[in-house]
């Protein structure tokens, strides 16, 4: 059993940056596909970007140039740098996971992976 674990989140003005991580635990062996997604209140889930066994990320046009995907070797903890934030990044930031190596839907398909943590806030301040 997969269990993710998201910290990183808090409150910032706009134009600057927050680090996510997600912390892997319970499962040794086998490759992930990563993402995350995110959530704000009233509006549907969003997939903001996705990193495969290859490394190779997508990400959601929103987010493009703004937003990095980064995953340590040992596949233990997966990142979210999120720079140059604007209020409508507000939203509580999820990871999920499959144990597969290839990311179906790329970032869009990051809501619909099985595996998922409980989310970390995200509060973006004009």
């Known amino acids: 059993q997969v269990q993710l674990v998201e910290s990183g989140g808090g409150s910032v003005q706009t134009g600057g940056s927050l680090r996510l991580s997600c912390a892997v635990s319970?499962?040794?062996?086998?490759?992930?596909?990563m993402g995350w997604f995110r959530q704000a209140p009233g509006k549907e889930r969003e997939g903001v970007s996705s990193?495969?066994?290859?490394?190779?990320?997508t990400y959601a046009d929103s987010v493009k140039g703004r937003f990095t995907i980064s995953r340590d070797n040992a596949q233990t903890t997966l990142y979210l740098q999120m720079n140059s934030l604007k209020p409508e990044d507000s939203a509580s930031y999820y990871c999920?996971?499959?144990?597969?190596?290839?990311?179906?839907?790329?970032?869009?398909?990051?809501?619909?992976?099985?595996?998922r943590g409980q989310g970390t806030q995200v509060t973006v301040t004009s």
């Open positions: 990193i495969d066994r290859y490394s190779t990320t």
């Open positions: 999920a996971g499959l144990v597969r190596g290839s990311c179906p839907g790329g970032s869009a398909g990051v809501p619909d992976l099985p595996y």
């Open positions: 319970e499962y040794t062996g086998g490759t992930f596909c």
